[in-house]
């Protein structure tokens, strides 16, 4: 996996986007970038993923710079339900997910 | 089902106990992973199958650990002679294997409990 550096936490007023950087200058070129979050008692939750084009469903926005060494992730209208730990990795293929320490959301009323 | 499946949700045994946890992953999907995660910890790689090829055994922490997977679908990790430190929540998570794009789904876990 690409090493990846994310903010420890992260405050967002709720109704507010929440934007989560993601640093991961060493990410190869076939390394795919995904998103995950885990709330608290929870399995991992898939959020989205990409490889150099920005990307959107219906979670979240994906925004990928062009030298893809960053990544933002987007919760356009951030709820109490999206409190979670957000994490960001750097993989192809099959390869096993390995999560770091991520950002803890926390939106507040 | 509509996601990865995984029984028993909680599992409370006592120290020198087997145990068996049930993985039912994602219908179609080829890949199969367990994955355990200690209290505020990150996920720590046990095994993948995939497919009919040989499981990649790296991540397990001991002989005590054992999985199979029966019929490419259902997965069963075993733990033997279970131990305090085994205590944890055991992740499974299940992928079809579409080239270098590959997303895993996790189940919900079972928290395995070693009194």
Redo the contacts between chains.
Sequence with gaps: DAKTTQPTSMDCAEGRAANLPCNHSTISGNEYVYWYRQIHSQGPQYIIHGLKNNETNEMASLIITEDRKSSTLILPHATLRDTAVYYCIGRRGYQKVTFGIGTKLQVIP | GAG?SQSPSNKVTEKGKDVELRCDPISGHT?L?W?RQSLGQ??E?LI?F?GNSAPDKS?LPSDRFSAERTGGSVSTLTIQRTQQEDSAVY?C?S?S?T???????????TRLSVL
């Design positions: 990865v890949a992973y994955y990150g996920l790689f993948y995939q991540g992740l998570a992928s294997q080239g270098l794009e590959n997303i895993q789904y996790f189940g919900a876990g």
